[in-house]
Antibody
Framework: QVQLVQSGAEVKKPGSSVKVSCKASGGTFSNDDINWVRQAPGQGLEWLGGHTPIFHSTKYAQKFQGRVTITTDESTSTAYMELSSLRSDDTAIYYCARAFENVDTLTGSYSRYFDYWGQGTLVIVSS | EIVLTQSPGTVSLSPGESATLSCRAS???????LAWYQQKPGQAPRLLIYGASSRATGVPDRFSGSGSGTDFTLTISRLEPEDFAVYYCQQYGSSSWTFGQGTKVEVK
């Protein structure tokens, strides 16, 4: 059973940066595709980016290009998301989630989805 | 980037009734990469449906997904009290993920 445990809440000043961690257990971290999703108060889910180890690739949503950096530390099975130049509208709960690609051995069909989520980290940006 | 539009925004129903939630993609989306999630207040989203129609482990069979191309549907038959929540569709394409804006299923 995969478990993703995130770091605690943060309060940041506008213009500063925040780095949120996501420690994984119960899986094979070196193969895990860890993504980051945020949810502003009362709003929907928004994908920021993700790291795909098998492709040695990190992808970011266009909206956050240049402001978000996703890294991983295999020695501690921990993923990190750093968001810079914070603004008040970055106030949100930030989630990490594992993307899983499933292959149905009977039909040969494949699918991809987020199967495990962290508990979320509240980031408040306020002067 | 594919945009997912969910409707209705909110639906008010009574326990025992059925709910039909729609997710429309701005361009053809692979069924392989269409998923549905349930989110309750104060909780992380929970995977319900993947591959447009396959139920995730432990999901009751009153939840079903269907659709292809640009139109996908999540049906909840016989609503239970614990089903009142917000539901999101999600798709993967061109190495990025997008979510619909969500449909809230509330108690009438």
């Amino acid at each position: 059973q995969v478990q993703l445990v995130q770091s605690g809440a943060e309060v940041k000043k506008p213009g500063s940066s925040v780095k949120v961690s996501c420690k994984a257990s119960g899986g094979t971290f070196s193969n895990d595709d860890i993504n980051w999703v945020r949810q502003a108060p009362g709003q929907g889910l928004e994908w920021l980016g993700g790291h795909t180890p098998i492709f040695h690739s990190t992808k970011y949503a266009q909206k956050f290009q240049g402001r978000v950096t996703i890294t991983t530390d295999e020695s501690t099975s921990t993923a990190y998301m750093e968001l810079s130049s914070l603004r008040s509208d970055d106030t949100a709960i930030y989630y990490c989630a594992r993307a899983f690609e499933n292959v149905d051995t009977l039909t040969g069909s494949y699918s991809r989805y987020f199967d495990y989520w962290g508990q979320g980290t509240l980031v408040i940006v306020s002067s | 980037e594919i945009v997912l539009t969910q409707s209705p925004g909110t639906v008010s129903l009574s326990p025992g009734e059925s709910a039909t939630l729609s997710c429309r993609a701005s361009q053809t989306s692979s069924v392989s990469y269409l998923a549905w999630y349930q989110q309750k207040p104060g909780q992380a989203p929970r995977l319900l449906i993947y591959g447009a129609s396959s139920r995730a482990t432990g999901v009751p069979d009153r939840f079903s997904g269907s659709g292809s191309g640009t139109d996908f549907t999540l049906t909840i038959s016989r609503l239970e009290p614990e089903d009142f929540a917000v539901y999101y569709c999600q798709q993967y394409g061109s190495s990025s993920w997008t979510f619909g804006q969500g449909t809230k299923v509330e108690v009438k």
